[in-house]
């Protein structure tokens, strides 16, 4: 499967201009934070200089974007089989669908927080040393190049997005990834199933 075919594959019927507009917007304005705390703090006679560039060491915690991400990944868990049994009995729809918009507002939330980190990141990448927030977001996904990190936690960010786009819209209900996993057969259904809510439970579990 070319790149043109996978793309259409895994494409939300909203398409992917959100994602991009939510990276050139929220990354951007982590950018520009971090830029406005440094100039801020450069103003060293300034007793609230080292208070705005101390917020960018606190800022959006990698550890509650993973608290999020799990929670969602749980709902999603929840909302899937949910949304597969209502298509035999109508009175489950209801449900489902809230479910799913739950869920998805979740994950954008979490995408969002995702977003900003990433423009942060991108910033602290390229000043000399490593600062106590990137090091904080090796430790969770990868304790290495400062690169690799910033494209998994972009490739992890847009793909927990991409479910979240397809898990509800008011015009086709569901779509994209989810329509593929809820329109397949039970028998092909159900490992992928079992695939997605083991790996959820062994991301919480594995956490230390």
Not at 55 to 84: E, Q
Not at 164 to 189: C, F, P, Q, W
Request: net charge neutral; aromatic share 12%; glycine share 6%.
């Amino acid at each position: 499967m070319n790149l043109t075919l996978y793309l259409e594959f895994i494409k939300p019927s909203v398409g992917f201009s959100p994602l991009w507009h939510k990276y050139i917007m929220l990354s951007g304005m982590g950018a520009v934070a971090v830029l406005l705390a440094e100039g801020i703090d450069s103003l060293e006679t300034a007793p609230y200089a080292a208070y705005y560039l101390g917020a960018v060491n606190n800022a959006i915690s990698p550890r509650f974007w993973d608290l999020l991400t799990v929670i969602s990944l749980l709902l999603l868990c929840l909302s899937l089989p949910l949304s597969y049994f209502a298509r035999v009995f109508p009175s489950l729809s209801h449900t489902a669908q809230q479910a799913r918009r739950l869920t998805q507002t979740l994950i954008f939330l979490t995408t969002d927080l995702g977003a900003i980190a990433l423009g942060i990141l991108l910033v602290l990448l390229f000043q000399s040393g490593e600062s106590e927030y990137l090091l904080a977001w090796k430790a969770l996904l990868f304790n290495g190049m400062g690169l690799i990190l910033i494209i998994w936690l972009a490739l992890l960010n847009s793909a927990l997005w991409l479910i979240g786009a397809s898990l509800y819209d008011t015009a086709e209900d569901y779509s994209g990834v989810i329509a593929k996993l809820l329109n397949t057969r039970i028998l092909i259904m159900l490992p992928s199933y079992a695939v997605l809510l083991n790996a959820v439970v062994y991301l919480m579990l594995s956490q230390q």
